[in-house]
């Protein structure tokens, strides 16, 4: 069983970037990828971005190039998510899960999951 804590989150201003880690334990080489999702309230949760553990292929969602990156590094067993130029809209709980698919695109496709880190940007 995968076990993800998030950090990182908290509140920032409007044009801010904010660095996000998720933290996993008991990966095994099955557990394939790992993606960052949000979900603001009454909206469903979306994938952002999602890497590869083995490769470091990054997937992300088109309204996030450019902005979000997404990276992990293999010897802590930690990944993360670069946001830059953060805007209101982006205000939201941040998950990461575990996959054992690449690419999972919905959340449907994640087997294990984090409890979530909160953030909001203020305009």
């Known amino acids: 069983q995968v076990q993800l804590v998030e950090s990182g989150g908290g509140l920032v201003q409007a044009g801010s970037s904010l660095r996000l880690s998720c933290a996993t334990s008991?990966?095994?080489?099955?557990?394939?990828?790992l993606g960052w999702f949000r979900q603001a309230p009454g909206k469903a949760r979306q994938l952002l971005a999602a890497?590869?553990?083995?490769?470091?292929?990054?997937y992300y969602r088109n309204s996030v190039k450019g902005r979000f990156t997404i990276s992990r590094d293999n010897a802590v067993n930690t990944a993360y998510l670069q946001m830059s130029s953060l805007e209101a809209d982006d205000t939201a709980v941040y998950y990461c899960?575990?996959?054992?698919?690449?690419?999972?695109?919905?959340?449907?496709?994640?087997?294990?999951w984090g409890q979530g880190t909160q953030v909001t940007v203020s305009s």
């Open positions: 890497i590869n553990w083995s490769t470091g292929t990054p």
């Open positions: 899960a575990s996959s054992r698919s690449w690419v999972a695109t919905t959340p449907g496709g994640y087997n294990y």
């Open positions: 008991g990966r095994t080489s099955s557990d394939v990828g």
